[in-house]
């Protein structure tokens, strides 16, 4: 069964971190291309941060260039998303995609809820 669990939100001051994970479940991970989206109350999904199927290429949306990095562990067969100096704008539900290289087969988690706030 394709799963993919999501972890590591919470509650953070602005200028904190968050370090989350999202483990996949039920397909061959390193064949995928993975993907952050966030969404706060109001707005549309965004795009955060992806990462191809080896890691050689990640791309990030500019409100998260030079504090958040994505990273994959194939091994593991999961996907990380560092968030550094974090602000209250980053509050949102972030959520973890996966999408095959070649096929667009296409998968999501079922969000884990980051805010910042002091």
């Known amino acids: 069964q394709v799963q993919l669990v999501e972890s590591g939100g919470g509650l953070v001051q602005p200028g904190g971190s968050l370090r989350l994970s999202c483990a996949a479940f039920?397909?061959?991970?390193?064949?995928?291309?993975m993907t952050w989206y966030r969404q706060a109350p109001g707005k549309e999904r965004e795009l955060v941060a992806s990462?191809?199927?080896?890691?050689?290429?990640?791309n990030y949306a500019d409100s998260v260039k030079g504090r958040f990095t994505i990273s994959r562990d194939n091994a593991k067969n999961t996907v990380y998303l560092q968030m550094n100096s974090l602000k209250p704008e980053d509050t949102a539900v972030y959520y973890c995609n996966a999408r095959h290289q070649w096929f667009g087969d296409n998968y999501w988690g079922q969000g884990t809820q980051v805010t910042v706030s002091s």
């Open positions: 990462i191809t199927t080896i890691g050689a290429t990640t």
């Open positions: 039920g397909f061959t991970f390193s064949t995928y291309v």
